[in-house]
């Protein structure tokens, strides 16, 4: 089984500041997704990432694949109260971590 | 287009019982996928199924189970139903059942057992 580990588990911070939360696992991975599940709904993805090394930005969220398909990171920049949620990491088999739960605070 | 849909949204039973939920995939998608999703334990791959087949199982008690029909709508059935299997639970559609295929979540059918 292709465990996936995700820290922190949870993170608070102000409105403005960055942040960076990870995911990682012993295993390889073909691909790797990030999810967001606000409350009371279902996650919603984020992005794929597929080659290792990669790096792919959504306004000002940015995701990175790491170089052995092992782990990934993805860093959000002047973070919002809409930012607020919970983030999941899926490897190409839909195993998911854990999870972050972001609170942003204004 | 339409999403996924799940029903039902809110669900209360009894401890003993049982409970059936459904799952509607995105129109064309024939790959759905069940999930448990809990405080304490995050998100749990149930089964999935690929045109009316159980692809993958995960590490679940023969009380749950699962179908999928012609027209890719699926079940999940949870039977004798413990207080411990009060979650949420998601149904996810895909395409096929392909590593790098986009999944679609529904919102969920929230079950408590009293």
């Known amino acids: 089984t292709q465990l996936l580990e995700q820290s922190p588990q949870f993170l608070s911070i102000q409105e403005g500041e960055n942040l960076t939360v990870y995911c990682n696992s012993s295993s390889v991975f073909s691909s790797l997704q990030w999810y967001r599940q606000e409350p009371g709904e279902g996650p919603v993805l984020l992005v794929t990432?597929?080659?290792?090394?990669e790096v792919k930005k959504l306004k000002r969220l940015t995701f990175q694949f790491g170089d052995a398909r092992k782990d990934s990171s993805l860093h959000i920049t002047a973070a919002q109260p809409g930012d607020t949620g919970l983030y999941l990491c899926?490897?190409?088999?839909?195993?998911f971590g854990a999870g972050t739960r972001l609170t942003v605070k204004p | 287009k339409a999403g996924v849909t799940q029903t039902p949204r809110y669900l209360i039973k009894t401890r003993g019982q049982q409970v059936t939920l459904s799952c509607s995939p995105i129109?064309?998608?024939?790959?759905v996928s069940w999930y448990q999703q809990t405080p304490g334990q995050g998100l749990q791959f149930l089964f999935e199924?690929?045109?009316?087949?159980?692809?993958n199982k995960g590490n679940f008690p023969g009380r749950f189970s699962g179908r999928q029909f012609s027209n890719s709508r699926s079940e999940m059935n949870v039977s004798t139903l413990e207080l411990g299997d009060s979650a949420l639970y998601l149904c996810?559609?895909?395409?096929?059942?392909?590593?790098?295929?986009?999944?679609?979540f529904g919102q969920g059918t929230r079950l408590t057992v009293v």
């Open positions: 996810a559609s895909s395409l096929e059942p392909n590593q790098n295929t986009e999944a679609f």
């Open positions: 990432v597929v080659t290792g090394g």
């Open positions: 199924y690929f045109s009316e087949t159980q692809r």
């Open positions: 129109s064309g998608h024939r790959s």
């Open positions: 899926a490897g190409g088999n839909m195993r």
